[in-house]
């Protein structure tokens, strides 16, 4: 790992082996195409939060896959910020995961999107990986999105272009609450 984060920064990260190669077939069929597909949040002490199949859970940095990119630097965050996106990351841990959202999120990319499916998309009783990022942001108060897209409606290539095309600095933090506010 080449960046040491900073509370509250998030990872993006690949998955190994055939679970690897089948989400990133997945988000390729979507249109959701990147060189990841997983990511967590980092809470210190050496922890990070991440959503797995099992529930979202808590574990030391170094058990987590290896990231690719880190938002540090990227995202304008205050100490505060962070402190609040530790927080909540940590009480997500414990969260459901949902195998169904990336069929949800299939269906939008696709334009098909019945009530229902939006509805349990956006209730965070259950997340993915991205989408556990997104809402801990969320409750800290820090929108990383502003295109209308509902809660629960990011994928881990979401992030990625998120992070590469939103290169900020500390000095434009105020411009970017403005517009992302």
Not at 20 to 28: W, Y
Not at 61 to 74: I, T
Not at 86 to 106: K, Q
Not at 150 to 169: A, H
Request: charge should be negative; glycine fraction near 10%.
């Amino acid at each position: 790992m080449t960046t040491t984060p900073m509370l509250g920064d998030f990872a993006l990260t690949k998955i190994r082996g055939l679970a690897g190669a089948f989400v990133n077939a997945g988000q390729h069929l979507v249109g959701d195409g990147s060189p990841v597909q997983h990511a967590f949040v980092y809470v210190g002490d050496g922890q990070v939060v991440q959503a797995m199949p099992g529930g979202a859970e808590l574990i030391p940095l170094e058990e987590a896959s290896e990231p690719v990119l880190w938002s540090s630097g990227r995202i304008p965050l205050t100490a505060a910020d962070r402190v609040r996106i530790c927080g909540a990351a940590r009480g997500l841990v414990g969260t459901p995961y949902s195998f169904l959202d990336y069929a949800s999120i299939a269906l939008a990319y696709y334009r098909i999107r019945p009530a229902w499916v939006r509805d349990f998309v956006a209730d965070s009783g259950h997340l993915i990986c991205s989408q556990l990022v997104d809402e801990a942001y969320l409750r800290a108060g820090v929108h990383l999105f502003d295109d209308g897209r509902i809660p629960g409606d990011v994928t881990p290539g979401d992030l990625w272009r998120l992070l590469n095309v939103q290169r900020v600095t500390s000095t434009d933090r105020d411009l970017w609450r403005l517009a992302h506010a």
